[in-house]
């Protein structure tokens, strides 16, 4: 049973950073991708980074390049989400993710496994 378990939300102003962690458990992550997607209120759950576990290759949203950064320990079976130059619109439900490798990672049907989401809320 994977289990993927979010941490590290929280209240920021804008201009303030915050590192998301995700501990995931139960499976096997060598020939899976890993990824961070968000859902802020009335709105899609959209991608935001997505991590290659075996490789580190990565991808990003336009709204996510230059400001977040996706990262994972393999040791420790964390991925991360570190990100800087918040903005009130990154306000949002912050959810990890385990994907299949291939595909369309920016969709959420490539993902087989949710957390349960970790609160971002930037003020302005």
């Known amino acids: 049973q994977v289990q993927l378990v979010e941490s590290g939300g929280g209240l920021v102003q804008a201009g303030g950073s915050l590192r998301l962690s995700c501990a995931a458990s139960?499976?096997?992550?060598?020939?899976?991708?890993m990824g961070w997607f968000r859902q802020a209120p009335g709105e899609e759950r959209e991608f935001v980074a997505s991590?290659?576990?075996?490789?580190?290759?990565?991808y990003y949203a336009d709204s996510a390049k230059g400001r977040f950064t996706i990262s994972r320990d393999h040791a420790k079976n964390t991925l991360y989400l570190q990100m800087n130059s918040l903005r009130p619109e990154d306000t949002a439900v912050y959810y990890c993710?385990?994907?299949?490798?291939?595909?369309?990672?920016?969709?959420?049907?490539?993902?087989?496994?949710w957390g349960q989401g970790t609160q971002v809320t930037v003020s302005s």
């Open positions: 139960g499976g096997t992550f060598g020939a899976y991708a």
């Open positions: 993710a385990k994907q299949r490798s291939y595909g369309n990672r920016r969709s959420g049907n490539s993902v087989d496994y």
């Open positions: 991590i290659t576990w075996s490789t580190g290759s990565t």
